[in-house]
């Protein structure tokens, strides 16, 4: 079975609909959403909409959870917040009732998912050195554990070494962000999981930057935001 998980949208629409044409040209069998769905961008209820409709697996991340109310705006930066905030007064009652209802981890067939680690998911710790994922393995059983919430994309094995499925070496992969990539490349990210075969892949899409960046501009949002579009941070 080959899986295409997507994470971090951030109602960045034009994004997402670039992915999922992607994804849809490559034949995955099934797509999996890590959340953050909205927050920061311009197009939240357009892009739930999406994600209702496409992906039968979704857990919910910190800026869903923030856009209705489950977490203080006070948890987010400067520019977080504000977008938070914008968000709140966008979202629409059925975008609600969608992301209220959202698990924050998930386990099928052998991947567990979560938007950022399995370890107490509602704390939403950042996987972001060696150190960190090695301590993620100790809260997943299956081969795969899919995470997204730092906006890079990583593939990291049990043992440290790349390229090794075998003997039940685990991965944990990072399928980076869709609508706010933070690694210098501002392309959208996803990961294609095929645990039959024990591939994973991480997908690049180019997509119309600047029309997102323009509309973050024209709903009032902090520039920051729009600027970060262009430059991958
Ligand atoms: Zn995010």
């Known amino acids: 079975m080959r899986i295409a998980v997507i994470s971090d949208i951030h109602g960045n629409l034009n994004a997402l609909e670039r992915v999922i ?42 800026h869903d959870a923030g856009a209705i109310g489950l977490i203080p705006s006070t948890e987010f930066n400067t520019e977080g917040r504000a977008a938070i905030e914008w968000t709140q007064l966008q979202i629409t009652s059925r975008s609600r009732e969608f992301l209220q209802k959202l698990p924050t981890t998930f386990v099928s067939n052998g991947v567990t998912y979560a938007h950022a680690s399995p370890k107490e998911p509602g704390w939403w710790h950042y996987v972001a050195t060696w150190e960190d994922a090695l301590e993620v393995f100790e809260h997943f059983n299956t081969p795969f554990c899919c995470i997204g919430h730092t ?17 039940g070496q685990r991965h944990l992969i990072n399928a980076g962000s869709v609508g706010q990539p933070r690694d210098g490349n501002p392309h959208a990210s996803y990961a294609s999981v095929d645990t039959d075969r024990g591939i994973v892949r991480i997908i690049r899409v180019a997509y119309d930057v600047g029309s997102t960046a323009n509309a973050i501009r024209h709903a009032g949002l902090p520039e920051f935001l729009a600027r970060r579009l262009e430059h991958g941070i």
Request: proline share 7%; glycine share 10%; aromatic share 6%.
């Open 151 to 167: 906006h890079i994309p990583a593939i990291v094995a049990e043992n440290g070494m790349l390229n090794l499925y075998q003997n």
């Open 21 to 62: 044409e992607r994804i849809h040209t490559d034949r995955a069998d099934g797509i999996v959403c890590l959340g953050d769905v909205v927050g920061y961008g311009p197009f939240p209820n357009e892009c739930v909409d999406i994600v209702r409709d496409s992906c039968p697996i979704v857990v919910r991340g910190n």
